[in-house]
C-alpha cells in the first residue's frame, strides 16, 4: 500500500510529478482554463476572499500573490478560526474560497457558513469531493491528488497550489488583464512543471545528507520573500510537525525586526530564494546571518547558487522556473527535509503526536 515506501509521506512527496499532471490536465487546455460547471467568471468580482487552516491556509496566502499579480485582483487571506469568530463586514462583488484537503475541517466549514448569503459565490478547493465544505459551495474545484493518509499534507497542498495557479490564470483572463498569448505561454510553462517536480523529487538523497544534520538541532528559521514567505511558514510547520525540531517562518524583510536575535551557529537558517527580482534582498538578509555566525541552507537555482551559494552552510539546487510557479516547486525539499529530519529522529512521520489529519472538532 506504500508502494515500496517506508511512509506513506514519502510515497505521497514521490506521487507528486503524477498528481500534479492529473490537476493541470484537468482545468488547463492549450488555450484556456476550463472549470467544472457552473464555472466562474472573474470579471464579476471585485475582490477575493480566501479562507482556510494550517497548510491550506499557506496555499491560500501562496495564491494571494498570485491573484494580485497576475490578475490584478485584490485578495484576501484569513485563517478559518480567526474569520468565523471575527465575523468581519464583506464587500460586495467578493468570490469566497475555501481551501480544504479534507473537506471537513470545523473551522473552514463554519467560516464557509458565515459566507452564505454574505458572499456572491462560495468555492471550494477540496480533495474530498463528496465532503460537507463541498456541499456546501456553489461550485466545487477538485484536485486530483488522490487519497492522502499521511498526517502532513504534501501533495494536497501542491495540488492545491497547482488549482489555485490557474484559477489565478483564468483571473487574468478574465478580467482582461493576460492576453491570449501570455495565456498560452503560461500553460506553456505550466505543462512544464510535473517534470521539474519530477527532477526536485529526484534530489531525495541530497536533501536526507543535509537533513541529518538538521535532526541534530533544537531549532530552524525559515526565510523567504515574496510568495517565497508563506513557504517559508509551510517549511517551519512540516519539520515542527513532524520532526518536533522547533522551526520558525518569517518574511525575510522581518529579520531585523526581531527573529535575528536567535541567530547563532546552532541556528540553521533555511532561505527559500529563486533568482527573482527579489533576490538580492534575500541576499542581503543572508550576509546578516552570515554577519553573526548564522548557518545558512540555501535553497535556490542554479543562477541563485552562483551569485549567492559563497558562505552558505549548504546549498540546495532546483532547475530554474517561471518565477511564478517556483512556490510549487519549493515546497518539494522543504518536505523532503522535514521528512528525511524526522526519520533520522526516528518519530511518528505519518501519525505525528496530537495530530489528528482530519481536525472536525474546533
Ligand atoms: C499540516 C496539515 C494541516 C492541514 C489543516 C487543514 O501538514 O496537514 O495543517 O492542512 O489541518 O486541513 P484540511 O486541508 O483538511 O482542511
Known sequence: ????????????????????????????????????????????????????????????????YWFERIAGLPAEVDIASEFRYREPPIPARTLAIFVS????????????????????????????????????????????????????????????????????????????????????????????????????????????RIAREVAEVEDALFLGRGAMYPLALEGALKLKEISYIHAEGYASGELKHGPIALIDQTVPVVVLAPS???????????????????????????????????GCWRVLTLPEIAADLAPILYAIPVQLLAYHAAVAKGTDVDQPRNLAKSVTVE
Open 101 to 208: 484537503q479534507s473537506g471537513e475541517t470545523a473551522d473552514t466549514l463554519a467560516a464557509l457558513r458565515y459566507c452564505e448569503g454574505r458572499v456572491d459565490r462560495i468555492a471550494s478547493v477540496v480533495n474530498v469531493a463528496e465532503s460537507s465544505i463541498a456541499r456546501g459551495s456553489d461550485i466545487v474545484l477538485p484536485i486530483f491528488a488522490g487519497a492522502e493518509i499521511g498526517v502532513a499534507s504534501t501533495k494536497a497542498f501542491t495540488c492545491q497550489l497547482t488549482v489555485l495557479h490557474m484559477l489565478a490564470l483564468k483571473a487574468g483572463s478574465d478580467r482582461g488583464v493576460l492576453s491570449g498569448t501570455e495565456m498560452e505561454t503560461r500553460l506553456g510553462l505550466l505543462s512544464s512543471l510535473p517534470g521539474l517536480v519530477n527532477h526536485a523529487v529526484g534530489e531525495s538523497a541530497e536533501v536526507e
Open 1 to 64: 500500500e506504500k508502494g515500496g515506501h517506508r511512509h506513506f509521506m514519502a510515497k505521497e512527496i514521490a506521487e507528486q510529478p503524477s498528481v500534479i499532471g492529473d490537476t493541470i490536465r484537468h482545468y488547463a487546455g492549450t488555450r484556456e482554463i476550463v472549470l467544472p460547471e457552473p464555472g466562474l467568471d472573474f470579471s464579476q468580482y471585485d475582490r477575493v476572499l480566501l479562507v482556510a487552516c494550517g497548510t491550506a491556509n499557506y496555499a491560500c496566502f501562496v495564491a494571494k
Open 276 to 310: 527573482d527580482e527579489l533576490f538580492d534582498k534575500s541576499v542581503s538578509n543572508m550576509q546578516e546571518v552570515m554577519a553573526r555566525g548564522g548557518r545558512i541552507l540555501l535553497i535556490t537555482d542554479p543562477a541563485g547558487a552562483r551569485k549567492a551559494g559563497d
